[in-house]
């Protein structure tokens, strides 16, 4: 074979291997991108796509709904809005009342309390004391809108009141420092103030509250702080909380039963029945003989005699009988007593559990 011959051959067949390389690679890479396209329509990813939009949308609701609630929390049951006051919050709050706990916070990760809740010093000591140290860390126990931030010297100190959407209000007190303004609204485990020493206290520490219509709650029913969680997703209140007087505009008066109205006019009935005929009593006349004035004037002081002691016999049995959604406030506001007065006069404490049909003395 002449040379020309060979050469030509030999630049045939590297022409003809660089178009099969660049075939095979075209081919090679059409399989790539067709198996991309196949991966993309394949119906576990539209699936995972649609499952996605899902939780994005959940989750823009979800903030939706709690940044309305966040803006006037729990309007159902609170009439009123004070930043002076931790009592001040009327409203209602009826008996079996779903407390939703989830998306807590812990208001420390201290696991220490010092002091519990209930009867200390003659006096009811209304919330836990949690061991923490000035400068530490305090934050909101959940999403709220912050109500109070004052300071009580032979009190709570420096301390911040927040409402939430589920019904509770939260109090921390002692505090060295507060990080928040009145109705700035806050979120679960956002920093609101400093650990500290202030005010009726001695020595370091966190005093936390749970109330309901400013009556409070033990917070250990719902706050595990040595296991650093809550005791349970949802809170059932035993007793109603708050007055209907001052729930006017609230919904769950609106919606109260017209058994209940009746209850509350015929136990108004009741008491003014036994003041007239307490009167009825005073003004009976002991002796007919009245036909001079000495007869006349001993007849008064018989009669103003009679009186006082038949006044003092109606105020010494006096009783009421409990019904359902009373509390003492409620029991006492209604029978013109008050609640320290209802608790000696039936030797029970103040965070008592009433039963219908109960009956108390006032």
């Known amino acids: 074979m002449s040379g020309f011959h060979k050469n030509n051959n030999i630049v045939k067949l590297k022409f003809l291997s660089k178009t099969l390389g660049a075939t095979l690679l075209a081919m090679m890479a059409t399989g790539a991108v067709a198996q991309d396209l196949i991966a993309r329509q394949a119906p576990i990813d539209r699936r995972m796509k649609n499952v996605n939009n899902v939780k994005i949308n959940n989750t823009y609701a979800a903030a939706a709904a709690a940044a309305a609630d966040l803006n006037e929390p729990a309007a159902d049951i609170y009439t009123n ?7 001040n919050a009327e409203g209602y709050a009826p008996a079996n009342m779903k407390v939703d706990l989830r998306g807590f916070a812990m208001p420390t990760p201290s696991r220490k309390v010092n002091s519990p809740y209930g009867q200390r010093w003659g006096r009811l000591h209304a ?15 959940f999403d709220g809108k912050v109500r109070i931030v004052d300071f009580e010297a032979r009190g709570y100190g420096y301390f911040v009141v927040i409402r939430h959407p589920n019904g509770l209000e939260t109090l921390y007190g002692h505090m060295s420092k507060q990080l928040v303004k009145p109705n700035q609204i806050v979120r679960a485990g956002e920093p609101i103030g400093l650990g500290g020493n202030t005010g009726r206290s001695f020595g370091s520490h966190l005093h936390f509250e749970t109330r309901i219509c400013g009556v409070p709650i033990d917070p250990a029913l719902m706050f595990d702080f040595p296991h650093q969680d809550i005791k349970s997703d ?4 035993k007793q109603s909380y708050g007055t209907r007087k001052s729930a006017v505009s609230a919904t769950a008066a609106r919606i109260a039963t017209d058994n209940d109205r009746a209850q509350v006019a015929a136990s108004a009935q009741a008491a003014e029945e036994r003041a007239a005929a307490a009167d009825n009593a005073a003004v009976e006349p002991v002796s007919v003989a009245a036909a001079t004035p000495k007869a006349s004037t001993a007849a008064a002081k018989n009669n103003k005699y009679a009186s006082n002691k038949t006044k003092k016999k109606a ?9 359902s959604g009373d509390n003492l406030s409620i029991i006492a506001r209604r029978n013109g007593t008050t609640v320290d007065k209802l608790c000696k006069a039936n030797g029970i404490k103040q965070n008592a559990i009433l039963r219908p049909g109960q009956t108390l003395k006032y």
């Open 81 to 87: 809005w004070a930043s002076k006051g931790v009592k």
């Open 315 to 323: 105020a010494k049995s006096k009783t009421y009988q409990v019904k």
């Open 234 to 237: 949802f809170f059932i209140t």
């Open 127 to 141: 919330g836990l004391d949690i061991k923490v140290y000035e400068g530490d860390t305090i934050c909101a126990a």
